[in-house]
């Protein structure tokens, strides 16, 4: 992301959204003919064709007719993300697939990225027939989930690992752990950051804090450790605040929300991380640890879609293959910039090697922004 935004634990009260919902509103002569939700979003609107629909396969067609790049989120209580689509520039338009239950939502329109959002109320309701399972994403979806909590296990001992050296001074030591401690946390982030608490308390970077938001986590470390090269009492404290937050993720990561649709937007979002933030150089600026950073992406992208592939290849076989073939061209790209256990610093990387890594990146993102419709259960 250009800019990583924190989501808010609790849902806006009905005081305070009441502005915000106003501006939202429903535009039933929108509707598409298709069934989906038509959402039109503005720099001052986010004005949906329905409010109420039917569980179950939802696709959700995004215009930006606003003059800012915008995201749109799909929120269920405790600001709980249940479907989402970032970096939707000005006058183009996004189609987010999702399988949704019956219940209460918000769907936020976010100018600009940042902040609350625009906000419109949904009702889901239970009167939509139920879809017929399929085992294999049923499967799919156990296995994910095993294996985003197996990715947080093995985090905290190596954010331990980095804690420590910082509590202890040792300054290489503490730089020889960083990008290491966030390999599992990239692997799987969308789905850390459907927790919205966690994510702007660990990995949220300067330039993305909300006003009067404390700057805590891995990247405020990292800027001590390489900007101002020396660790102070407060960084031995945010170490030990970090290692708490990562805990709290990993004891909260396996009870995520997660459906067939969601590990292929995740997959999506994971791609777009990359594109937006690690190809850019944004992400780890004082370390230049990026590289690692996108190989986590890549690996957490290529593990969803994996799992989910038996599905998508049976119903769209060219989209598969082109997919697989996308997938081994960036990893055999990434292998170029591995050294030992580590990668290149990216600030030896090139203008022209990092045109390179991007075109691989969009190669690989339009056809996996399919995959969500390839295995929607109907």
């Not at 995004?62 to 269920?76: D, I, L």
């Not at 990387?349 to 390839?374: G, I």
Request: charge should be negative; hydrophobic fraction near 40%.
């Amino acid at each position: 992301m250009p800019v990583r935004r924190p989501h808010l634990a609790a849902l806006l009260s009905l005081a305070v959204a009441g502005a915000a919902l106003t501006a939202c509103t429903e535009q039933k002569k929108d509707s598409s003919s298709d069934g989906s939700i038509q959402v039109n979003a503005s720099d001052s609107a986010c004005e949906l064709s329905k409010t109420s629909f039917p569980a179950g396969a939802v696709n959700f067609t995004v215009q930006n007719k606003g003059s800012k790049v915008t995201e749109v989120y799909v929120y269920a209580a405790g600001d709980k993300i249940v479907a989402e689509r970032e970096n939707i520039g000005p006058g183009t338009k996004a189609t987010i697939t999702s399988e949704i239950k019956a219940g209460e939502y918000q769907v936020a329109c976010k100018p600009g990225m940042v902040g609350d959002g625009i906000r419109q109320k949904i009702t889901v309701t239970g009167d939509g027939a139920p879809a017929k399972g399929d085992p294999r994403l049923d499967k799919a979806v156990a296995d994910y989930r095993k294996y985003v909590q197996e990715q947080a296990d093995a985090t905290i001992p190596l954010v331990q690992k980095f804690a420590d050296a910082i509590k202890a001074g040792d300054l290489a030591a503490a730089k020889a752990a960083f990008a290491p401690s966030r390999v599992g946390w990239e692997r799987t982030e969308p789905v850390a950051e459907s927790f919205g608490d966690i994510d702007p308390k660990t990995d949220v970077r300067e330039d993305g804090l909300e006003p009067n938001q404390e700057w805590t986590g891995w990247h405020k470390l990292e800027k001590s450790l390489w900007e101002a090269g020396a660790i102070t009492d407060a960084d031995k404290k945010l170490a030990d605040q970090l290692v708490t937050d990562l805990k709290e993720w990993q004891k909260v990561v396996g009870t995520a929300e997660i459906t067939a649709t969601s590990m292929a937007n995740g997959a999506k979002e994971l791609l777009d991380e990359v594109a937006t933030g690690k190809v850019t150089g944004e992400e780890d600026r004082y370390s230049h640890t990026d590289l690692s950073d996108f190989a986590g992406n890549v690996e957490g992208a290529l593990k969803a879609y994996e799992l989910i592939k038996p599905v998508a290849a049976e119903k769209d076989p060219e989209l598969a293959k082109t997919l697989d073939q996308e997938f081994a061209a960036l990893q055999a790209l990434l292998a170029k910039y591995k050294q030992g256990d580590s990668y290149t610093s990216y600030d030896k990387v090139t203008e022209a090697e990092r045109k390179t890594f991007s075109d691989a990146v969009n190669a690989l993102a339009e056809p996996l922004s399919k995959l969500a419709a390839a295995v929607v259960v109907k």
